[in-house]
């Protein structure tokens, strides 16, 4: 109980501390990272990372696409997310194939889950393909090594980007103190390099259960406090669109992804994204 407790301490320093950045004003955090960016370039110099990084537009919207129907193959879940005119898909199943998806006309990011990808397999697979590794924060020590060594492998010899996935329902629910699942997810991206994407769906939770919407709102709050190198988190962060309060939220903390599971959430992102003056971006 007590090694818990120093260790939770110990995450909510860490927290804190990373807050403090968060709350300079946005001059002031500018200065600190030695941030200079033209309006030719759209991109800005980070310190941190030591190199140039987009600029990211709050002002434009992209969704991606992901099929509440299980038995959905891949290419039908590619085809669903290209007639709707969408940024990317989420393809979850171990019987989607991976030459499937090498073979498809899809050119927009396709999110593959780790344990579906060999390190061998990584010279294979085209590059419009998104390695995500779901993440959980409650590994043991052992299993924490072993899986970030593991991770490190793929990302240095991976073709396209990594992501983060925050997928088990625990982490939009009072079971899990938020606080600790953003310094999770930080630590994390430090010990391995993945992380151009942290993907937020509650894959098990219903799309109407408003606390669900509210823990996530809460999560992705939490995450926006991080000081990580390179992009900034929201602009890294992809979301489900569960409800309008919570795509509202999301919409005005700066998150501009969002993952929706049918036609209807994609009316209804669309319906938010103009109210607030804002463009939904739509891959032809």
């Given amino acids: 109980m007590f090694i818990k ?23 002031a955090r500018d200065r600190k990272r030695c941030c200079v960016h033209t309006e030719t370039s759209h991109c ?16 434009k919207i992209t969704a991606y696409y992901h099929s509440e129907h299980p038995s959905a193959s891949a290419t039908e879940i590619l085809g669903d997310a290209k007639s709707l005119g969408l940024a990317g898909a989420l ?32 010279q294979h697979i085209a590059a419009n393909i998104n390695v995500c590794f779901e993440l959980d924060a409650y590994e043991s020590a052992d299993d924490k090594v072993a899986t970030e060594k593991e991770m490190s492998g ?11 996935g925050l997928f088990a ?5 009072d079971e899990v103190d938020p606080v600790l699942t953003a310094s999770a997810t930080a630590s994390l991206m430090d010990n391995t390099g993945v992380g151009d994407f942290i993907l937020l769906s509650a894959l098990e939770a219903s799309y109407s259960d408003d606390s669900c919407a509210d823990a996530m709102i809460q999560l992705c709050e939490e995450l926006n406090y991080l000081d990580v190198e390179g992009p900034t988190i929201k602009s890294r962060l992809i979301v489900s669109a569960m409800n309008d309060d919570q795509v509202e939220e999301c ?3 700066g998150i501009n992804k969002y993952i929706v599971a049918d036609e209807t959430g994609l009316d209804m992102l669309q319906n938010i994204v103009e109210e607030q003056g804002k463009q939904l971006m739509h891959n032809k």
């Fill in 154 to 164: 793929i990302q240095r010899i991976a073709t396209g980007q990594t992501s983060i």
């Fill in 91 to 122: 393809v979850d199943d171990d019987e989607k194939n991976i030459k499937d998806i090498n073979a498809s006309s899809f050119g927009g990011t396709v999110f593959l889950p780790s344990q579906l990808v060999a390190e061998e397999d990584m």
């Fill in 44 to 59: 800005y110099y980070d310190s941190q990372s030591g190199r140039h990084v987009p600029i990211h537009d709050e002002s």
């Fill in 5 to 27: 407790s120093v260790s939770r301490i110990s995450s909510i320093a860490t927290s804190v501390a990373r807050r403090q950045w968060f709350y300079l004003p946005s001059a």
């Fill in 169 to 173: 329902s625990k982490y939009f629910s």
């Fill in 251 to 253: 919409l005005m903390m």
